[in-house]
Antibody
Framework: QITLKESGPTLVKPTQTLTLTCTFS??????????VGWIRQPPGKALEWLAL???????RYSPSLKSRLTITKDTSKNQVVLTMTNMDPVDTGTYYC?????????????WGQGTLVTVSS | NFMLTQPHSVSESPEKTVTISCTHS????????VQWYQQRPGSAPTTVIY?????PSGVPDRFSGSIDSSSNSASLTISGLKTEDEADYYC??????????FGGGTKLTVL
């Protein structure tokens, strides 16, 4: 059974750095063509892809947020960490991590439950 | 970069068929595969279509996906609508650098 769970602060202040951890089970990020990504969703708004890291440490970032994001993995701990600098109230929303693997195409086939992050002073 | 444009909302009656479009703003919709995700209220998204028209195991065959190069768009069609299909639906594809792009989402109401 594949599970993913996001963890991190529920409240951050403007200008602070957000660090979120995705802890997963049921698969290994050292497996060929495996990846874990982060997606966020402001309240009542659409999904927005943020970043993704692949089994070979290839990293992809949303162009609009690239300067603020860093994604890393710890294969031994089955964790992926996302850091986002200089947080702003517009960054408030639910942050999801999700697994991707190749089956003719990459797609997010398993998602975490999401974690709500509020940016406020 | 490009955008994927979806209608804000659609509605239809139970047992009917509804189609949700996803229009690629530039380049060809056929260049990279399109996925569709369903998000019920208060829940995380789940995949209903990947690789343009493939269904993950467990997704009923009432869900189908297609690509239309003439309109440069992808479509998600749900037949035999059920009240449980009421959800937000998002299309997703990739840009030339294999970066992920989501559409703006469509709210499906089953009246």
């Amino acid at each position: 059974q594949i599970t993913l769970k996001e963890s991190g602060p529920t409240l951050v202040k403007p200008t602070q750095t957000l660090t979120l951890t995705c802890t997963f089970s049921g698969f290994s990020l050292s497996t060929n063509k495996m990846g874990v990504g982060w997606i966020r969703q402001p309240p009542g708004k659409a999904l927005e892809w943020l970043a993704l890291i692949f089994w070979d440490d290839d990293k992809r970032y949303s162009p609009s947020l690239k300067s603020r994001l860093t994604i890393t993995k710890d294969t031994s701990k089955n964790q992926v960490v996302l850091t986002m600098t200089n947080m702003d109230p517009v960054d408030t929303g639910t942050y999801y991590c999700a697994r991707t693997t190749y089956s003719g195409s990459f797609f997010f086939d398993s998602w975490g439950q999401g974690t709500l992050v509020t940016v406020s002073s | 970069n490009f955008m994927l444009t979806q209608p804000h909302s659609v509605s239809e009656s139970p047992e009917k068929t509804v189609t949700i479009s996803c229009t690629h703003s530039s380049g060809s919709i056929a260049t990279n595969y399109v996925q569709w995700y369903q998000q019920r209220p208060g829940s995380a998204p789940t995949t209903v279509i990947y690789q343009d028209n493939q269904r993950p195991s467990g997704v009923p065959d009432r869900f189908s996906g297609s690509i239309d190069s003439s309109s440069n768009s992808a479509s998600l069609t749900i037949s035999g609508l059920k009240t449980e299909d009421e959800a937000d639906y998002y299309c997703q594809s990739f840009d030339v650098n294999h970066l992920w792009v989501f559409g703006g989402g469509t709210k499906l109401t089953v009246l």
